[in-house]
């Protein structure tokens, strides 16, 4: 072998270990920085982040990405500590920024939805909330005369980028809401409008927390409003308390009953100003269709059931007071 061709062999040898070393080689040190890549951004752009921020050389990551021919950086904001490997970060961008699992449970309000948000460090919840309130911002013709998005933000679970902005949440969940509500509505034969049936659904959601008594639930409160009688939901002054002065009630007292607000189904007649929380499908779709009762009432049980009653005496006899409330 002539001892050019071995200095040679040498030399490629020592340059693949130094590119193996270079560019697989985890050194992570430190606490993570929080890089942000912007969108559109160039590969040399990243690679100036990348060096900016203390994370990797600049010039070994573009050197990366030319060997192995790697040309897509999804935008977003990652985690990413010193030390790290050329090959980990350059395939960290190449998936885009970790998800967080976000579940919403049924009936939720907006602000306890904004609170699980900030909790998982995903946005701000104060900015959520102003989104919440200005539906306008999303231009859906089907949001037309809506004044704020309470019952429209579809409780589901979602995996979130961390990287996503208040906006695309709303965004989100709207999508969802279109996707499986909408469709139901459209077969429907109710004669309430969108908004109408997402502010009964709430009431619904908070009333009855069996799936099959939803129905019965909703066919109490369709076959009050269609008589003209309040609606008298235990639920709807909760929410009142939680609007006008910024509390939760447990439990209601006679006094409770009268806080002056739109919310207080026991004072004013017909629905609430919005929603008073986010209901599920099973809630809308016990309001799309009810069933055919001529119930009028319904109390709870020691079992936990709902039982429901034609008339006000009969109402009385199952509830074994004379206070006459039609919630829980």
Known sequence: MKPRYFIFLCWTWVLCIWLK?????????????????PKGAPILRVAFILEREGIASGRLF????????????????YRIPPGRSIHRIAQELENGPPQEKVTFPEG???????????????CSGEAY???????EIFQKRWLQG?????????????????????????EMQLEQFERLVLPL??????RLSLNEVVIL?????????????????????????????????????????????????????????????????????????QAIGNAGLEAIRAILFPEKTDYLYFVLQENG??????????????????NGNVGK
């Open 201 to 273: 659904a709430s009431v619904v959601e908070k009333e009855a927390s069996d799936d099959a008594e939803k129905p019965y639930v909703a066919s109490v409160f369709l076959n009050r409003l269609q008589k003209g009688m309040r609606l008298q939901s235990c639920a709807t002054v909760v929410y009142a308390h939680y609007w006008e002065r910024g509390v939760y009630r447990e439990s209601l007292s006679t006094e409770d009953l009268q806080i002056d607000s739109p919310f207080n189904t026991y004072l004013y007649r017909g629905l609430p100003p």
């Open 146 to 170: 809506v004044s704020h998005l309470e019952g429209f933000l579809f409780p589901d679970t979602y995996y979130i980028s961390l990287s996503s902005s208040p906006q695309e949440v709303v």
């Open 185 to 190: 509505y459209e077969r429907s034969s109710t």
């Open 108 to 122: 939720l309000t907006s602000m306890q939805m904004s609170k699980i948000l900030e909790e998982k460090g995903i």
């Open 305 to 322: 059931k709902h039982s429901f009653s034609t008339n006000y005496e009969e109402h009385l006899r199952k509830k074994g007071d004379r």
């Open 21 to 37: 070393m270079a560019f697989y080689e985890d050194l992570e040190k430190g606490v993570a920085h929080t890089v942000f890549i």
């Open 62 to 77: 573009l050197l990366f990405m030319f060997l192995t021919q790697k040309e897509k950086v999804v935008a977003g904001s």
């Open 129 to 135: 909330l102003q989104f919440v309130a200005h539906p």
